[in-house]
């Protein structure tokens, strides 16, 4: 099996997983989150450790383990990526499988279990832009920054849960800017950001420079998702959007 097909089969069975236990009626709200980041988590670990055992993890839900920082191949999960989002019976949800390699995101594969879709990294073909622009923010939180910058292009907002979610509506049509401000950290973003490359989008920190894994702090605060030739046009509006580059979390 493939890194990629490793990524895709673990990822679609975390999702499966993760459906069973919000079917089964014993938990509910922030109960039924804290149980699916453990479950899901428990299931991925083990399943790396089986097929993968040489490499290093990062997952949001685990430890961290300052070894991985000497590891060339770091499998960096986000176990149930918008948290709220499942526990509220909404399908924006998902998980993240990443594989960070020398510090880039390699290849990645992302679950939606609630659109009953797993996205890997590989060639696809792209949606047709939007007329207006849509522009993905938050749906409890959006950031000012990304507020600003849709107000510059004429985007029409698209409010949606997780990072995972948003990120992917890029690939399947149903927005074209993915602007984040707001903080998030390696788990938020790898798996998505390798999908993204691997289908031909930009993907980049707010500031145009790459977005680098493996970091001793995993912080990592801001990302940029769009097709290649929105990508100019969107960091002329961020770079004129003041304070863009000091995002806080949120």
């Not at 999960?77 to 510090?103: C, F, I, K």
């Not at 047709?128 to 938050?138: C, F, Y």
């Not at 938020?188 to 993204?196: I, L, R």
């Not at 998702?225 to 969107?234: G, M, T, W």
Request: one cysteine or more; proline letters at 6%; charged letters at 20%.
């Amino acid at each position: 099996m493939t890194d990629l097909e490793l990524a895709e089969a673990i990822a679609r069975q975390a999702g499966e997983l993760l459906l069973g236990l919000r079917g089964c009626g014993l938990f509910a709200g922030k109960s039924l989150g804290r149980a699916g980041d453990r479950v899901a988590n428990a299931f991925i670990l083990e399943a790396l450790r089986e097929h993968r055992p040489g490499d290093a993890v990062l997952s949001e839900e685990e430890q961290d383990n300052p070894a991985r920082l000497e590891a060339r191949r770091v499998w960096v999960v986000d176990p149930l990526d918008g948290t709220r989002e499942y526990g509220e019976g909404r399908a924006d949800w998902a998980v993240h499988v990443g594989l960070s390699v020398d510090g880039q995101p390699a290849l990645g594969a992302v679950a939606l279990p609630g659109l009953g879709e797993v996205l890997g990294a590989r060639p696809r073909p792209l949606p047709a832009l939007g007329a207006p622009l849509r522009m993905l923010v938050s749906r409890t939180r959006p950031a000012k920054e990304a507020l600003a910058v849709a107000e510059a292009l004429g985007a029409t907002l698209v409010p949606m849960g997780s990072a995972g979610a948003k990120a992917m509506a890029v690939l399947r049509g149903e927005a074209d800017v993915y602007v984040h401000t707001g903080g998030q950290y390696e788990w938020d973003n790898c798996a998505p950001a390798a999908v993204a490359l691997a289908a031909g989008l930009h993907v980049s920190r707010v500031d145009g420079s790459q977005l680098v894994y493996n970091n001793a702090d995993p912080y990592l605060p801001d990302l940029l998702i769009c097709q290649k030739q929105l990508a100019p046009r969107v960091l002329d509006a961020l770079r004129g959007e003041a304070g863009v580059g000091t995002a806080q979390q949120g």
